[in-house]
């Protein structure tokens, strides 16, 4: 007991509400299908925030009912409030409680993005070139092999996604990778996803760019790697000069400050 609070009582109801909430929420496949080696491991991830959440939402609102229940003003009662001043190892624990979950989330969320990120040996290198309201690809391993609107990936090799915005931020996202980053002006941002499964998918811009926003989009492709080949052969652009400069100012992630010579 810490003054009139039933400890015991109360945690045995956080935890019944949190296996409640937790049995109802995890069967559900909220990311729908993956198509990435990262799937699983994002899947899970949110599984574990979901029953934090589910602890941290019952104990609020077993807390919140317990002090209606228990403080409530007597029929015809007007009087002030009963003075207090403070219970210092209640406000310790409720600061405490939640410190642990977040710090335990972010290290969590940490080694996942450590684990999927892991580079692979023989990775294959993608230019990624964002506009209103459109997708194009380049392949500089291959010749620098140029694409527009449909994006091709053999399966089972890591690839790395080099994205430049060549006006606006833009988003990258194909939800079966789970894999997410924004394509930001002047610098260069880099996704790393290992697809697992032959399929066809669709590349979503997820940032508010535009009136055209919601239609920017490209297919993707996951096929196999003599497939993957034949279709680069195929190719007969190259990416434009002009969007192989932007590649090179873009790489410039540090430059040199406004104060610098030559700068």
Same mark, same amino acid.
């Given at each position: 007991?810490?003054?009139?609070?039933?400890?015991?009582?109360? &945690?045995?109801?956080?935890?019944?509400?949190?296996?409640?909430?937790?049995?109802?929420?995890?069967?559900?496949?909220? %990311?729908?299908?993956?198509?990435?080696?990262?799937?699983?491991?994002?899947?899970? !991830? !949110?599984?574990?925030?979901?029953?934090?959440?589910?602890?941290?939402?019952?104990?609020?609102?077993?807390?919140?009912?317990?002090?209606?229940?228990?403080?409530?003003?007597?029929?015809?009662?007007?009087?002030?409030?009963?003075?207090?001043?403070? %219970?210092?190892?209640?406000?310790?624990?409720?600061?405490?409680?939640?410190?642990?979950?977040?710090?335990?989330?972010?290290?969590?969320?940490?080694?996942? *993005?450590?684990?999927? /990120?892991?580079?692979?040996?023989?990775?294959?290198?993608?230019?990624? &070139?964002?506009?209103?309201?459109?997708?194009? &690809?380049?392949?500089?391993?291959?010749?620098?092999?140029?694409?527009?609107?449909? *994006?091709?990936?053999?399966? $089972?090799?890591?690839?790395?996604?080099?994205?430049?915005?060549?006006?606006?931020?833009?988003?990258?996202?194909?939800?079966?990778?789970?894999i997410k980053k924004d394509n930001v002006? $002047?610098?260069?941002?880099?996704?790393?996803?290992?697809?697992?499964?032959?399929?066809?998918?669709?590349?979503?811009?997820?940032? !508010?760019?535009?009136?055209?926003?919601?239609?920017?989009?490209? /297919?993707?492709?996951?096929?196999?790697?003599?497939?993957?080949?034949?279709?680069?052969?195929? *190719?007969?652009?190259e990416i434009p000069a002009p969007y192989?400069?932007?590649?090179?100012?873009?790489?410039?992630?540090?430059?040199?400050?406004?104060?610098?010579?030559?700068?």
């Amino acid at each position: 007991m810490i003054g009139r609070l039933p400890i015991a009582k109360m &945690f045995a109801a956080t935890l019944v509400g949190t296996v409640v909430i937790s049995a109802v929420m995890l069967p559900i496949n909220w %990311n729908g299908q993956g198509a990435s080696t990262a799937a699983p491991k994002i899947d899970q !991830l !949110l599984s574990v925030m979901i029953v934090l959440s589910a602890f941290v939402f019952s104990l609020v609102m077993m807390m919140l009912f317990y002090a209606l229940w228990k403080f409530r003003a007597k029929p015809g009662d007007e009087s002030d409030g009963e003075p207090i001043h403070g %219970n210092t190892r209640l406000e310790i624990a409720w600061t405490l409680i939640p410190t642990i979950i977040v710090l335990f989330g972010a290290g969590y969320s940490w080694s996942v *993005l450590d684990a999927i /990120e892991e580079p692979a040996k023989d990775p294959l290198t993608v230019d990624v &070139f964002s506009q209103q309201f459109a997708w194009s &690809f380049g392949y500089p391993e291959q010749e620098n092999a140029y694409s527009e609107g449909e *994006l091709h990936v053999p399966v $089972g090799r890591q690839v790395h996604f080099k994205m430049h915005s060549l006006d606006v931020i833009h988003s990258f996202w194909v939800p079966e990778w789970r894999i997410k980053k924004d394509n930001v002006p $002047g610098i260069t941002t880099t996704a790393i996803v290992t697809p697992d499964k032959v399929g066809t998918y669709q590349l979503v811009c997820t940032e !508010l760019c535009g009136f055209g926003h919601a239609a920017m989009r490209a /297919e993707v492709v996951v096929e196999p790697a003599p497939k993957f080949r034949e279709w680069i052969a195929g *190719l007969e652009e190259e990416i434009p000069a002009p969007y192989l400069e932007t590649i090179k100012h873009d790489t410039e992630t540090n430059p040199l400050p406004l104060d610098a010579g030559g700068a």
